[in-house]
């Protein structure tokens, strides 16, 4: 028998104890003394009917000889549980009544007409202080007491409520049976090898303070999304084979304020007593962002609290112990300045997003328990990917394996695979959506127009497939163009090119059929956004050379495009200028393209309506040389 059951009979004896009380109040006992108005009561003392009375402070009772001697109107009194009733052995034969006391009651008359009729009657003083006392404080509060142990022990030292200050973090074992090692994690060599020492100094710390120098309170991961900060964290652990605390940012936040603070001490608390550890704060710019400074709210800031303990607690446990802390980020820029100085994140590490290599490395990894098929080329599949984060890898590789399922195949072959791409960067296929002939020929033609201006331009990148099946949202057909290895740095011509290859396919629409369709609206918007960083960003401008409008860079590794710098009307009518010049440059050029290679034109748009699909080898094919 467990504890809990071995005291559930004092819940249920509560519980009855309240039925019982609840019931009498309810309902109260109809067989209770009968109550008499003063004028009866004194006629049934001169009828000889009452044998005996009580004087109470507040009442008279009496006793009635039988129960059918009063006539008239009477009514039962209710019984309160509460009232206390005179005990009499002639209760049982005798009928019970109350009168209560009127103001200004004439006493010695009631007494002289008591005397004269007979009738018995004695004072009686109830002294009801210990009673109302035990009725009106004790017994409320042993009720209250006991149904709040009941709550209590229902809801378990587990609920939320209960620990609402404590910590929220995932404690990783000390020995899991699948440790993550530096082997699970590929593509980010660089810092793979800044952490390795981290291991070191948790293994061996004496071996780096023996010189008097102290080991490292913190390192900041800093990447994109998906390129495997968290992973790393959690390899490091598992090389040094030390407990991990993973806690996210918004974990430490609630509602309530001083929560965050309280989680905060109780994480450092567990960590100092696990020590060495490492505790993983992923996502710290929710707690860590920057404080504003000149800004004073009639509120009570809750985050800037939390993250003020978490610089207390930064600063004030020893680095000797072994308790390192890692923090990952995607926003380095909005962090507090005082987070990232030295004595609390020592370190900033890059995990940036992997090169052709890396990517080669992470397919391989992703791939260890897959049952590829013999034409799988890992590298030219790193070629396709280029710019994929090493979780969009990794959806690439389950993508392909539910795709070759669903086929029922053996193993996983290379078509998979580059379908797999096809769905991460373009979208599902709609090949049930409904298009009539005349649009079918309009798309056919417009993603000729992109391929061959973009195979001719020099410098553009490589075609690889060409397709007019409907896929994601609102795209009526796309082509694939993706660069066969890693840059970094574009020239003009090059940005000049992809623009061109932009607008080839409303360049083709107009070549064909002499009018334009709204097909090109995203392409419009692509090479507006070119054209316009060409000129406020990397100074390639004619009327404004070498200059920068640039007011902040991009924030983050967020995508987010820089912010510009608004200047006078005069110049901002110069950067319209130009822009308009180079767009309508360049969809000159991709018009004279279009002209010259018409045959190829009509050819690869007729192949394209008849198998919708071309890939990178049918594409060559078709159109031949590129110096032709």
């Not at 009631?110 to 009725?135: A, C, P, W």
């Not at 430490?252 to 450092?268: I, N, Q, T």
């Not at 180079?582 to 991709?590: G, L, R, W």
């Not at 190829?600 to 032709?628: C, F, H, P, S």
Request: one cysteine or more; glycine letters at 8%.
């Amino acid at each position: 028998m467990t504890k809990r059951e071995k005291y559930s009979w004092i819940y249920w004896l509560c519980v009855l104890l309240l039925f019982i009380g609840l019931q009498r109040l309810l309902f109260p006992n109809t067989q209770g003394p009968i109550e008499l108005t003063y004028s009866e009561f004194l006629d049934s003392v001169r009828a000889e009917k009452v044998q005996r009375i009580v004087f109470l402070p507040e009442k008279i009772i009496g006793y009635l000889g039988t129960e059918d001697t009063i006539q008239g109107n009477i009514t039962q009194a209710p019984t309160a549980p509460w009232r206390v009733r005179i005990p009499s052995v002639e209760q049982q034969v005798q009928k019970q009544f109350i009168v209560y006391r009127i103001p200004n009651m004439n006493e010695e008359y009631l007494l002289s007409e008591l005397r004269e009729y007979g009738v018995n009657f004695k004072g009686h003083f109830e002294d009801k202080t210990l009673q109302n006392f035990i009725l009106n404080w004790i017994l409320p509060f042993l009720f209250l007491l006991a149904l709040w142990g009941y709550i209590f022990r229902r809801m378990g030292t587990k609920h939320p409520m209960l620990e609402i200050g404590k910590n929220k973090a995932r404690i990783v074992a000390e020995k899991p049976e699948n440790p993550i090692t530096f082997k699970d994690v590929a593509g980010i060599d660089e810092a793979v090898e800044e952490v390795k020492e981290l291991v070191d100094f948790l293994k061996n710390p004496s071996k780096y303070t023996r010189l008097g120098g102290k080991l490292p309170k913190g390192v900041l991961l800093v990447g994109p999304p998906g390129t495997g900060k968290t992973l790393l964290a959690k390899a490091v652990a598992g090389e040094a084979d030390v407990p991990f605390f993973s806690m996210s940012g918004s974990d430490f936040v609630e509602m309530f304020v001083g929560v965050g603070a309280a989680r905060v001490r109780d994480l450092f608390n567990e960590a100092k007593a696990h020590a060495p550890c490492i505790i993983f704060i992923d996502e710290i710019d929710a707690i860590g962002k920057r404080r504003a400074g000149g800004v004073y709210g009639g509120g009570y800031d809750e985050r800037e609290n939390t993250l003020n303990q978490l610089l207390v607690e930064m600063d004030g446990f020893d680095s000797s112990v072994g308790v390192i802390i890692m923090g990952a980020t995607n926003r380095p820029d909005v962090l507090d300045p005082a987070l990232l100085r030295p004595g609390r994140f020592d370190r900033q590490i890059l995990v940036d997003k992997p090169d052709m290599k890396g990517r080669e490395d992470i397919f391989k990894v992703h791939t260890k328990k897959l049952k590829l098929g013999p034409d799988v080329d890992l590298k030219r599949l790193a070629a396709q990917t280029p710019g994929f984060a090493g979780a969009e890898i990794a959806n690439v590789c389950n993508e392909a394996a539910l795709l070759a399922v669903r086929k029922n195949k053996d193993a996983i072959t290379m078509e998979d695979f580059e379908e797999a791409i096809e769905r991460v960067i373009a979208g599902l296929e709609k090949k049930n959506k409904l298009i009539n002939e005349k649009e079918r020929q309009i798309v056919a033609y417009h993603e000729s127009g992109h391929a061959i201006v973009g195979y001719f331009t020099p410098g553009a990148d490589e075609i690889q497939k060409v397709s007019i099946v409907p896929r994601g949202i609102g795209a009526l057909g796309y082509t694939m163009q993706m660069p066969l290895e890693d840059r970094y740095l574009m020239t003009e011509s090059e940005l000049r090119g992809k623009i061109k290859g932009l607008l080839g396919g409303r360049a083709a629409e107009e070549i064909v059929f002499g009018e334009v369709s709204t097909g090109a609206s995203n392409d419009l918007e692509r090479a507006t956004q070119l054209a316009r960083n060409m000129i406020v960003v990397y100074g390639m401008s004619e009327k404004l050379p070498n200059i920068s409008l640039v007011n902040q860079s991009a924030t983050g590794f967020l995508g987010y495009g820089p912010e510009i710098e608004r200047r006078s009307e005069y110049i901002e009518q110069m950067i319209d200028e130009e822009i308009t010049e180079i767009i309508n440059s360049c969809y000159k050029e991709a018009k004279e393209v279009l002209c010259e290679k018409r045959e190829l034109l009509d050819k690869m748009a007729t192949i394209l309506l008849e198998k919708e699909v071309i890939n990178y080898d049918e594409i060559r094919e078709i159109l031949g040389d590129k110096q032709k």
